[in-house]
């Protein structure tokens, strides 16, 4: 296999490329699960959508991944709304990561940090873990995450406003209401912001991987080739 070649963004031209990278993306989409069983675990608060989704989960007595899924379905509604292109692989992000922490929590496969350092330790293992799996779903290209599309959506519409602060606006609000309905804050919370972004481009660079030459292919588009080819 040609390695450079793997490390590309997919065409997905074929049945077989599509439904090649679904697998892939749904198998990274389950070890990014993993990742943020793994910040969550750290003990030290939740990243800020992980705020969100823990709020809910105590609030409304259910598992995280229910939580996780029902927040993933309504901001990809609303990116269906704001008429943004959506991807196969959309719909197996907003199910399977979810569900992935509840299996990790249900196994109970990694203790919970006891102290501060152990738990900034952990975090940054989860992040870390979320960086490179992030590149496999996104080499899929099938689509971006349902909060990364809701994010170039909100900047596209709020054009004046760089789109660090329309970032900064989306987790701040996530975390409020997070924080309101019970979810963990801590010093976690504050690292994963800071950190995940830039773990994630470091990831990105060590594999020579440019995301901005992904050309994502529609739910229409996928369709499409289907179609085509199966005739």
């Known amino acids: 296999m040609d390695f450079k070649h793997f490390l590309g963004p997919s065409k997905n031209q074929t049945i077989s490329d599509i439904v090649s990278n679904i697998i892939l ?8 699960g993993f990742g943020v069983y793994l910040t969550m675990q750290a ?5 800020p959508w992980d705020v969100f989704n823990l709020g809910l989960s105590k609030t409304f007595g259910i598992l995280y991944g229910t939580a996780s899924i029902s927040v993933s379905l309504t901001i990809l509604l609303i990116d269906i709304l704001m ?12 199910i399977v990561v979810g569900k992935s922490v509840d299996f990790f929590n249900y ?3 990694v203790p919970k940090c006891e102290n501060t350092f152990s738990g900034m330790i952990m975090m940054l293992i989860g992040l870390v873990i979320l960086g490179y799996t992030q590149f496999l779903y996104m080499k899929a290209s099938l689509g971006c995450g349902p909060r990364d599309t809701l994010l170039i959506g909100l900047k596209k519409r709020l054009k004046k406003i760089p789109i660090g602060l329309v970032s ?14 019970g979810g963990p804050v801590g010093i976690g919370t504050v690292i994963s912001a800071l950190c995940q972004g830039p773990i994630m481009q470091l990831a990105f660079k060590s594999l020579s991987f440019d995301a901005t030459l992904i050309n994502h292919q529609s739910i229409p588009e996928s369709v499409k080739v289907i179609v085509h080819k199966a005739a």
């Open 83 to 94: 008429k943004e292109p959506i991807g196969i692989a959309m719909f197996i992000d907003a």
């Open 107 to 109: 196994i109970d496969l």
């Open 168 to 181: 900064i606006g989306l987790l701040s609000t996530a975390t409020l209401i997070g924080f309101i309905l």
């Open 25 to 32: 993306a749904a198998i990274a989409l389950f070890i990014n």
């Open 43 to 47: 003990g030290i608060g939740a990243s």
